[in-house]
């Protein structure tokens, strides 16, 4: 299957210190989405990325694709402690999803 | 988005024994599928549960193992057979929206096994 790893593996910030995720692929993706999985929950699907270059945002989220469509991140502003979860951003090879490695978000109050 | 009811939502089970995990879609949906989630790791996709033939498993996961049923369009069970304790996951179904892009899980089969 896709192969898609995720950096930082884990990451502890303090409540309204920025975070960023990063998700690469050694191969060109059609698309990429990304999923919020809160600590005992299952994962929950945020946004897709479709375009070379596409930025989108979600209140203080901010998710980018690369231009060549082989890396993305997901970066936000002014954590809170509702933030706190891992995040998973997932490719799709034909009707498969593939996850990368998620990181996981800790926010100190 | 379809609502996803999964059941049982956690179990204990005994080393050697078998359960089914059962996941009911408030809607017809086309593709469904079932992960795996170990303690503190990604999600794993284990199978497609295609609807009135066999599921098509991914590398490392055989029928014999995790069986699937997908009787209709909104209806689906896997079973983790023989388990032992590395079975000890979160087994989450999941389907696919109706253009493909993107998917949505149930809340998942917390499975213990000791």
């Known amino acids: 299957g896709q192969q898609v790893m995720q950096i930082p593996q884990y990451q502890h910030v303090q409540e309204g210190e920025d975070f960023t995720t990063y998700c690469n692929s050694s191969t060109t993706l059609s698309n990429i989405q990304w999923y919020k999985q809160r600590p005992g929950g299952h994962p929950v699907f945020l946004i897709q990325l479709v375009k070379s270059g596409e930025v989108k945002k979600q209140k203080r989220l901010t998710f980018q694709f690369g231009e060549a469509k082989k890396n993305s991140s997901l970066h936000i502003t002014a954590t809170q402690t509702t933030d706190v979860g891992t995040y998973f951003c997932?490719?799709?090879?034909?009707?498969?999803?593939?996850f990368g490695t998620g990181t996981s978000l800790t926010v100190i109050p | 988005s379809a609502v996803i009811s999964q059941k049982p939502s956690r179990d204990i089970c005994q080393r050697g024994t078998s359960l089914t995990i059962q996941c009911q879609v408030d809607s017809q949906v086309t593709m469904m599928f079932w992960y795996r989630q170990q303690p503190g790791q990604s999600l794993t996709l284990i199978a497609t549960?295609?609807?009135?033939?066999?599921?098509?498993?991914e590398s490392g996961f055989v029928i014999d193992k995790f069986p699937i049923s997908r009787p209709n369009l909104t209806f689906s069970t896997l079973t983790v057979s023989n388990m032992s304790p590395e079975d000890s996951s979160i087994y989450l179904c999941?389907?696919?929206?109706?253009?493909?892009?993107?998917?949505?899980f149930g809340e998942g089969s917390w499975l213990t096994v000791v």
């Open positions: 549960a295609n609807q009135g033939s066999e599921a098509t498993y």
């Open positions: 999941s389907v696919g929206s109706d253009s493909g892009n993107t998917i949505y």
């Open positions: 997932a490719a799709n090879t034909g009707n498969q999803f593939y």
